[in-house]
């Protein structure tokens, strides 16, 4: 039980500094309890799933037969607002950068930061879902999360 909370600590920490993940993920740890240990992964997994529909619909708006930058800026939108719910900090960056392209009509940055943030979502979905695996394993054998 040792090695693996050592082993989920020193990957939690990894994400943060990182930068995948921020402060707010702290508040999300804090508000668990013996009733709910897993209560950020919850939420984290609720993130996931929307941002991968999201993101679905992201990579057809900035595809060039179907091209919607105002489509693709809406969904953004809603990727920072995601984000911001569980402090996933680099990819609300890359998604202020779209915005910053977007509001400069540079129709080319847009499309290639969409790109760059669907990459940095499934480089932070990978390294999560590691780490909610083995948050699972840890309170399966009876561990307490901290």
Known sequence: MEQMLKKYNGMKAALFH????????????????????????????????????????LRRAVTPSTEDVSRADALVHDIKGICLSI????????????RLYFLANNIKGCIATAHQLMDEYSLFKQRIDSLMKLSEEIVSAGGKLT
């Open 18 to 57: 990182e930068g995948f993940l921020d402060e707010t993920f702290k508040i999300l740890e804090g508000m668990r309890d013996d009733k709910n240990p897993e209560f950020p992964f919850e939420m984290l997994s609720i993130f996931l799933m929307n941002a991968t529909t999201m993101l679905h619909d």
């Open 87 to 98: 402090g996933a900090m680099r990819i609300k960056n890359v998604a202020e950068t779209f």
